[in-house]
Nanobody, 112 residues
Framework: EVQLVESGGGLVQPGGSLTLSCAAS????????MNWVRQAPGKDLEWISI????????SYADSVKGRFTISRDNAKNRLYLQLNSLKTEDTAMYYC?????RGQGTQVTVSS
């Protein structure tokens, strides 16, 4: 059974930073490209970043480019998202995902 468990969210002031983590199990993590997506209250799910299976290629949505960094540790079956220069509009539930599955999410709230 695929399991994705996100952690690391919280309340942070504008301009602050957070590091999100996703623990993966139930599949061969190192074989899959991994995504981070988010959903703000009342809005559609938004894709924000992808990393290839080997961790050598990444891509970002324009809304987070230059502020967020995706990475992975295949030895630990872990996916990460470093969030810097956070804005109020980054407030959302953040999920890691593969096709057909995503975790329960971790809440990021950016507020002064």
């Amino acid at each position: 059974e695929v399991q994705l468990v996100e952690s690391g969210g919280g309340l942070v002031q504008p301009g602050g930073s957070l590091t999100l983590s996703c623990a993966a199990s139930g599949f061969t993590f190192s074989n899959y490209a991994m995504n981070w997506v988010r959903q703000a209250p009342g809005k559609d799910l938004e894709w924000i970043s992808i990393i290839n299976s080997g961790g050598t290629t990444t891509s970002y949505a324009d809304s987070v480019k230059g502020r967020f960094t995706i990475s992975r540790d295949n030895a630990k079956n872990r996916l990460y998202l470093q969030l810097n220069s956070l804005k109020t509009e980054d407030t959302a539930m953040y999920y890691c995902s593969i096709p057909g599955a995503r975790g329960q999410g971790t809440q990021v709230t950016v507020s002064s």
